[in-house]
T-cell receptor, first 113, second 111 residues
Framework: DAGVIQSPRHEVTEMGQEVTLRCKPI?????LFWYRQTMMRGLELLIY????????DSGMPEDRFSAKMPNASFSTLKIQPSEPRDSAVYFC???????????FGPGTRLTVL | DAKTTQPPSMDCAEGRAANLPCNHS???????VYWYRQIHSQGPQYIIH???NNETNEMASLIITEDRKSSTLILPHATLRDTAVYYC????????????FGQGTRLTINP
């Protein structure tokens, strides 16, 4: 199994541009999570999906952030417009069911200039 | 979820046992203790979890005190590749989705 796949691995963009981060969960996993990690705030949960349905998006910072999961094998996290304070490493994770551990992807390092 | 307290950093010599403590004095009866680690520039990795009994797997052992207010993660023969930030997380296992990560313990294995 290839594990959780995230793309791109690195993204550098200018303030005001739209950014789309992508995640492919492990096949058969029915929960998907988006996290953000910064030095100041550590690792924070942004949103999670169960069976492609968003369950809790209380961690999404503001309306500039949106996440979708159109099918069981793909999810996107979009930031529009991006700001320098959005610079962070964004991790996607998946889990097979409610009772198992989460498997994390390698992350996307986002830099907004 | 109960709050956890961990030392910010620890050192251990290669080949020795690394013992990482975690305090969770407000843990409730249905909450489990989970350990994850994050090696530099990688995503967090699950290590082990337990409720009240000691647990062991191929990566580590978890010792939970009888009153469940604290626990210790043991890496029996630490290697340089075990250098990472280790997170102790307490949460209800069933039906709970969120992992709330604290600051963790930065473990450095020295040659």
């Amino acid at each position: 199994d290839a594990g959780v796949i995230q793309s791109p691995r690195h993204e550098v963009t200018e303030m005001g541009q739209e950014v789309t981060l992508r995640c492919k969960p492990i096949s058969g996993h029915n929960s998907l999570f988006w996290y953000r990690q910064t030095m100041m705030r550590g690792l924070e949960l942004l949103i999670y999906f169960n069976n492609n349905v968003p369950i809790d998006d209380s961690g999404m910072p503001e309306d500039r952030f949106s996440a979708k999961m159109p099918n069981a094998s793909f999810s996107t996290l979009k930031i529009q417009p991006s700001e320098p304070r959005d610079s962070a490493v964004y991790f996607c994770a998946s889990r097979p069911d409610l009772y198992n551990e989460q498997f994390f992807g390698p992350g996307t390092r986002l830099t907004v200039l | 979820d109960a709050k956890t307290t961990q030392p910010p950093s620890m050192d251990c010599a290669e080949g020795r046992a690394a013992n990482l403590p975690c305090n969770h004095s407000t843990i409730s009866g249905n909450e489990y203790v989970y350990w994850y680690r994050q090696i530099h520039s990688q995503g967090p990795q699950y290590i082990i979890h337990g409720l009240k009994n000691n647990e062991t797997n191929e990566m580590a052992s978890l010792i939970i005190t009888e009153d469940r207010k604290s626990s210790t993660l043991i890496l029996p023969h630490a290697t340089l590749r075990d250098t990472a930030v280790y997170y102790c997380i307490v949460r209800v296992a069933q039906g709970a989705q969120k992992l709330v990560f604290g600051q963790g313990t930065r473990l450095t294995i020295n040659p």
